[in-house]
């Protein structure tokens, strides 16, 4: 019998998720869950991650309570699934710690969301969001997981998983098993709505261009109508000339499962306006969705109960994971 797979994946909680986190990576959970019935998800919410940034703390306990249930709420089953807060299994920052010891600073350096945030961010960037790669591959290997479902912004990060994974196993004998990535055909990477040259994010300089998944539903369409195009008048997939209508029409594709060729066809002739009302109405359709079982969860005892018994069983697997490690490194 082929062994049991582990698929792994982790939202960090600085903020709502937006709509580039659910259609890049959070809606697609529930349907792998569904390809892979016999093989086992570990998801949590990335709340050490959180504060590589600064965080309010009262925000910051919401923020991890919303993560939890919007898992649930774009998808994903209680069913072969441990759901479980970062925080909460020690081990993923022990292991943090002795991959640190072997991963070297010229490889962090390169990694670009670093740079970008060090860009963006004038003072104060901390140590740990310079080691924040680290941290992730940690998440990752201490559960030996095998497909990792992610967005394109976080593939580096992946890359570097795989490097650390292979020099420990060179180095102290098979330990971990080499992660691979799994990214969407469409929409591994949305744009902001007012620069479609940046990616979606919660940190956008322009509120207007990123659509958050609890925000009022009046107001998400008033953000697509207001998303930048251009003035050629035409529903076409062109990235180059016609970023803002690209990133609109990729949004609509994987919402609709519409190719771009079938979008383009639909909308011949017409103009922008139609095509932004029907994806105002689409977006809307699935977020509020996305909303009710949100409000459905977010304070229910059922929520309360999965994340406990996901702690157990997140911490049972990294425990002897751990000390595998541990024995390997000399440590025990
Ligand atoms: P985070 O919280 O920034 O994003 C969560 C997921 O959403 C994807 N994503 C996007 N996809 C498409 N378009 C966008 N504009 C967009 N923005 C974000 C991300 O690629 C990600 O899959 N470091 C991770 C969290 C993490 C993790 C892990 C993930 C921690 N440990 C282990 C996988 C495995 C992060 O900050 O994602």
């Not at 691979?180 to 300089?205: C, F, H, N, W, Y």
């Amino acid at each position: 019998m082929e062994k049991r797979k582990i698929i792994l994946s982790g939202v960090k909680p600085t903020g709502t998720p937006t709509l580039g986190n659910y259609i890049g990576a959070m809606k697609n959970f529930g349907k792998l869950q569904e390809q892979h019935k016999d093989d086992l998800f570990v998801f949590f919410v990335a709340d050490l991650h959180a504060l590589t940034t600064p965080q309010d703390p009262k925000e910051l306990r919401k923020d991890i309570k919303d993560v939890a249930a919007l898992y649930l709420a774009c998808g994903l089953k209680e069913e072969n699934l441990i759901l479980f807060l970062q925080s909460e299994v020690v081990e993923h920052v022990q292991l943090s710690l002795i991959l640190e010891g072997m991963t070297y600073m010229g490889e962090l350096e390169r990694m670009t969301q670093y740079k970008d945030k060090k860009q963006k961010q004038v003072e104060g960037i901390s140590s740990a969001l310079f080691t924040y790669p680290v941290l992730m591959a940690a998440d990752i290997l201490l559960y030996d997981a095998d497909l990792i479902p992610i967005g394109d912004d976080q593939v580096q990060h992946l890359e570097i998983t795989r490097v650390i994974a292979n020099r420990f196993n060179n180095r102290f004998g098979e330990t971990f098993t080499v992660p691979e990535g799994i990214t969407v055909k469409t929409g591994a990477r949305i744009k902001d709505l007012q620069d479609p040259s940046i990616k979606m994010s919660k940190s956008a300089p322009n509120q207007k261009g990123c659509i958050y998944l609890l925000e009022p539903i009046n107001s998400i369409k008033k953000k697509i109508m207001s998303a930048v195009t251009d003035n050629l008048g035409q529903v076409k997939y062109n990235e180059k000339k016609q970023p803002g209508i690209a990133n609109l029409m990729t949004i609509y594709s994987s919402l609709t499962n519409l190719s771009f060729k079938e979008i383009e066809k639909k909308y011949l002739g017409k103009g922008y306006g139609e095509f932004k009302k029907d994806l105002a109405e689409i977006v809307a359709k699935e977020i509020e969705g996305v909303q009710k079982k949100y409000n459905e969860l977010i304070n229910s005892e059922y929520l309360k109960n999965l994340l406990e018994k996901g702690k157990i069983e997140a911490s049972k697997l990294a425990s002897k994971k751990i000390n595998k490690v541990y024995k390997k490194v000399g440590l025990k």
